[in-house]
């Protein structure tokens, strides 16, 4: 089975405009995330999707796998939609599960890429999977740059949000605190017919892709990990993901080459 990753990156974040290319650790941001997705057995290869001249050249001198791509996506998927079929072109050799991976994920390891694309591998029916984790504080739980996510007893999804759900207004205060992990396997067809989908309106009021699938009365499953994860989305959250990145023995396999 071909399964590629592909990293959609690009300089003009409209929150941290330049992102990709912040040093953790002297090294850019987006280099520890292709440097850790690619240590997944799983993956044929793995690929950055940018239209960015700067992050391409990175890519090259590091030794990374750089698709460029137009500079007109607003979503990731599209991004990663035009890179696969680039990558399918070059290669002469169709995909079968696309992983995309966010770019601002930079303490992602190697088995959450498995996790995620395991239940995809044991039932033929799932088209595509989250990663999720628990929140450890309500300061998280509440915070918009992170989007939350409540699951059925089948461990769909039934909503994404940047609101926290469920509600701890009734008295509980022990509701699940569950949040996405932009580690998205897609079924390769599915990626491509997912993008031709009219965006819906929960999708636009949440700025959650996911809501489209969910809104077309589809399936998102979710896969819960236990690694503790941040996603870079301020200059505040990369000081503190360098702080937990101090002495990452995964960082250590690949930073001389970054």
């Known amino acids: 089975m071909n399964i590629i990753a592909i990293i959609p990156a690009r300089m003009g974040s409209s929150r ?15 280099g520890h995330v292709a440097f850790r997705t690619r240590q ?29 791509t137009g500079d007109h996506h607003v979503r990731c998927s599209t991004r990663t939609a035009e890179a696969l079929l680039k990558i399918e072109e070059a290669t002469g050799r169709k995909a079968d599960i696309v992983v995309m ?10 088995d959450m890429i498995d996790a995620a694309v395991e239940p995809m591998l044991k039932d033929p029916s799932i088209n595509v999977v989250n990663l999720m984790a628990e929140m450890q504080t309500v300061e998280e739980f509440e915070d918009p740059n992170e989007v939350k996510v409540v699951v059925d007893r089948h461990m769909d999804a039934l909503y994404f949000s940047r609101e926290p759900i469920p509600s701890r207004k009734k008295g509980s205060d022990k509701v699940p605190m569950r949040k996405q992990v932009c580690i998205i396997p897609f079924r390769r ?20 892709d996911m809501m489209r699938i969910l809104e077309y009365g589809e399936k998102v499953r979710m896969v819960p990990t236990d690694k503790r994860t941040y996603s870079v989305d301020t200059p505040e959250d990369l000081a503190r993901v360098e ?14 080459q970054a």
């Open 16 to 30: 941290y405009p330049g992102k990709p290319l912040a040093l953790i650790h002297g090294v850019p941001m987006v």
């Open 40 to 68: 997944s057995s799983l993956l044929s290869a793995t690929y950055v999707a940018t239209c960015d001249d700067i992050i391409a050249n990175y890519c090259e001198d590091a030794g990374l796998e750089c698709v460029m």
């Open 101 to 110: 991976v966010q770019g601002d994920e930079p303490m992602i390891t190697p």
């Open 189 to 208: 067809d599915y990626l491509l017919r997912f993008n031709e989908m009219e965006e819906s309106p929960l999708e636009i009021y949440e700025s959650v």
């Open 243 to 256: 702080r937990l990145m101090t002495g990452d023995a995964l960082m250590k396999t690949y930073s001389k």
